[in-house]
């Protein structure tokens, strides 16, 4: 099945600063998402991509969709401590009607105050 | 906020028992699906659902899986002989559409335990 790799694995930061975090493919997909996950909850969705070099905003969240459609990367610029928890990026083939979403294994973000 | 609820949030159950995992999508949703995460992994995707039928599967929901949405506001997960390694966090999520600017509402899981 398809892969996505996801680095870091984990960032210990200091509050202020920014984070960058990305996920890398072996194969092409249409549709990449950002989630973050809070001990004990479910991912929460943080932004969606659709278009090959599309770069979209949400707040200090800035995510952008590779032009070969086999990576995606976030940043989060200027990091507060509500910023902590797992980070997930996920694909998919599919960008119209209910499809298969795979994973990355996440990036655990932990901020210092 | 509407949110998708799940019941019951922690479940443990003897191996080969049938267990079922309910949801309540949020009410004006039409995408149905189920995902689960074992503990310290990522998540995985399990099933969608559309116009009261699989839309797409992955190779995880084999035979001992279901799906069903029995009334107007429910969609279950039925697993029908559980495994040691079926422990895991299921998320049950909904979404309005599936089109392009949708967004998948994430319940807070059901964790099942298998002994």
């Known amino acids: 099945g398809q892969q996505l790799n996801q680095s870091p694995q984990s960032m210990f930061i200091q509050e202020g600063e920014d984070v960058s975090m990305n996920c890398t493919s072996s194969s092409i997909f249409n549709t990449w998402l950002w989630y973050k996950q809070d001990p004990g909850e479910g991912p929460v969705l943080l932004i969606a991509l659709y278009k090959a070099g599309e770069l979209t905003s949400n707040g200090r969240l800035t995510a952008q969709f590779g032009t070969t459609r086999k990576d995606s990367f976030l940043n989060i610029s200027a990091s507060i401590p509500s910023d902590v928890g797992i980070y997930f990026c996920a694909g998919q083939l599919r960008n119209f009607g209910a499809g298969k979403s795979t994973f990355g294994d996440g990036t655990t973000l932990t901020v210092k105050p | ?115």
């Open chain 2, 1 to 115: 906020e509407p949110e998708v609820t799940q019941t019951p949030s922690h479940q443990v159950t003897q191996m080969g028992q049938e267990v079922i995992l309910r949801c309540v999508p949020i009410s004006n949703h039409l995408y149905f699906y189920w995902y689960r995460q074992i503990l310290g992994q990522k998540v995985e995707f399990l099933v969608s659902f559309y116009n009261n039928e699989i839309s797409e599967k992955s190779e995880i929901f084999d035979d001992q899986f279901s799906v069903e949405r029995p009334d107007g506001s429910n969609f279950t997960l039925k697993i029908r002989s559980t495994k040691l390694e079926d422990s895991a966090m299921y998320f049950c999520a909904s979404s309005e559409t599936g089109g392009r600017g949708h967004t998948i509402y994430f319940g807070e899981g059901s964790w099942l335990t298998v002994v």
